[in-house]
């Protein structure tokens, strides 16, 4: 009977199959050991040459790295490590015969491993991030349900901006002209929730950033939630509520995955207590304590990021931002005109922003002259002014990107380990 790697403490004493792949192999004269991963998990396998045919021990000697193989055997119990279990091999099948895998296991330069990574995927490290990712796409998926808040999803082809003009992927579109692929799903979200009073979109979405750095992609994921009825603080209060969920969810779910990483934990239960709040006001004003050269009215940089939260064990929130470096969408600050009220949330050990938030501007005639102020064609976004003719409410909603949080957690260095196939400025390709 085929069983999973993972649940073998369930089947010590039995016979069992395997099915997988081999990962390694070491032989010593009479014994080899073979070390197989299934896709939950890696177990060593042993085989004594006295126990096979000569026949079935040529064919096991020659199988090579990534061969994908049945096998059966007993399951035993480490002799020294607890919760470690080995396979006694009684018989063996080769499936597909690999020869020269190309990932040895050792060290290969990135660029080889980006252009192998159809085949790098397969490695130990790979696998624990593709579980993470995993682990916190279910804890987003988890969280929103138990706050109210319902899956809707929002259009890939859209046909205007929402993140700025400067980053926008043009794509033919029959005889409409030209589609742009979505930056973020928000502007729709708020419409389904005029409907659902609560709702999230969660899927990939398009910059043509010309950046090259360890945090930009230019396909990635995001989730963008939207509320009715929720006004600035009470948005933060859910970011901060989803964050704090995701680390404790990794934390509980994810400890051989943090293990193989090799992820210092301690900064993630550190980081779940309340976070520090700043105004962008404050925000520059303790940069210049720091020595940092940033001007008023000037967006935060990497560098500026990493300064701010240099001593925070726990996220820091930047709130109310000036309009002139934020989208047209964000409500302005009653109190000062020329804020908005959103934030954007950093996350610590130089993670840098993982989430950009805001309220929404609900008033149509205010939201009208943003529109124009852009030089953007309200005629375009006449649907979405729509919605605040019919029945506007206060709203507000937040994006938090899925990557971004993939490398927080994991402590991975570059953004694109975090996504199966990353595409960013100079890789398109597998
Ligand atoms: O701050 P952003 O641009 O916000 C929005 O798009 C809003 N419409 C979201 C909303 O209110 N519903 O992007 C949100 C998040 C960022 O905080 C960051 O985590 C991630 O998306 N992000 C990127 N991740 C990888 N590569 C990039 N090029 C990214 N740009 C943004
Ligand atoms: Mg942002």
Redesign the pocket.
């Known amino acids: 009977m085929q069983k999973f790697i993972k649940d073998l403490a369930n089947h010590v004493g039995e016979e069992i199959t395997i099915k997988g792949w081999l990962y390694n192999k070491r032989s010593s004269g009479p014994i080899a050991f073979l070390e197989l991963r299934d896709g939950t998990g890696w177990i060593q396998a042993v085989a004594v040459k006295k126990d096979f045919s000569e026949e079935l021990w040529t064919e096991m000697e020659k199988v090579g790295q990534e061969s994908s193989v049945e096998v059966v055997g007993a399951v035993t119990k480490h002799p020294k490590k607890e919760n470690v279990f080995e396979l006694q091999i009684k018989d063996f099948k080769i499936l597909q015969l690999a020869a020269d895998y190309p990932i040895a296991l050792k060290d290969h330069g990135p660029d080889f491993l980006l252009d192998n990574r159809h085949l790098w995927l397969r490695s130990r490290r790979q696998w624990a991030i593709l579980r993470v990712r995993d682990a916190i796409t279910t804890a987003i998926n988890e969280f929103l349900h138990q706050e109210g808040f319902i899956r809707t999803d929002s259009p890939i082809f859209t046909p205007s901006a929402?993140?700025g003009t400067t980053t926008l992927f043009p794509v033919p579109y029959f005889d409409e002209g030209t589609a742009y692929l979505s930056?973020?799903?928000?502007l729709y979200?708020e419409a389904a929730i005029m409907s659902v009073g609560r709702c999230y979109d969660f899927g990939p979405?398009f910059?043509a950033?010309k950046?090259k750095t360890k945090?930009?992609?230019?396909e990635?994921w995001?989730m963008?939630?939207?509320a009715a009825f929720v006004e600035h603080d009470e948005n933060l209060k859910l970011q901060e509520g989803l964050v704090r969920y995701i680390l404790r969810y990794c934390l509980k779910n994810c400890q051989e995955e943090l293990l193989t990483l090799e992820r210092n934990q301690e900064p993630l239960q550190k980081a779940d207590a309340p976070f520090t709040r700043f105004t962008y006001d404050q925000a520059i004003e303790k940069l210049h304590e720091l020595g940092s050269d940033i001007k008023y009215g000037e967006d935060l940089g990497n560098d500026d990021e990493g300064l701010l939260t240099k001593d925070s064990a726990v996220p820091v929130f930047i709130e109310k931002w000036p309009k002139s470096i934020k989208?047209f969408y964000m409500k302005r600050d009653a109190e000062n005109s020329d804020r908005v009220l959103n934030d954007?949330?950093i996350a610590t050990e130089g993670a840098g922003?993982?989430?950009?938030?805001?309220q929404r501007e609900d008033d149509y005639e205010l939201l009208l002259s943003r529109i124009q102020a852009e030089g953007l064609d309200v005629e375009d976004y006449k649907w979405y002014l729509d919605l605040r003719k019919y029945g506007s409410v206060p709203h507000s909603?937040?994006?938090?990107?899925l990557?971004?949080?993939v490398r927080w957690v994991t402590g991975v260095e570059h953004?694109r380990e975090c996504i199966t196939f990353p595409r960013t400025i100079g890789r398109l390709k597998p």
């Open positions: 929402c993140e930056q973020s799903g928000q979200s979405v910059r950033e950046s945090r930009h992609l230019t990635f995001m963008d939630a939207e989208p954007d949330l922003e993982i989430i950009g938030g805001s909603g937040f994006g938090i990107g990557e971004r949080m953004i």
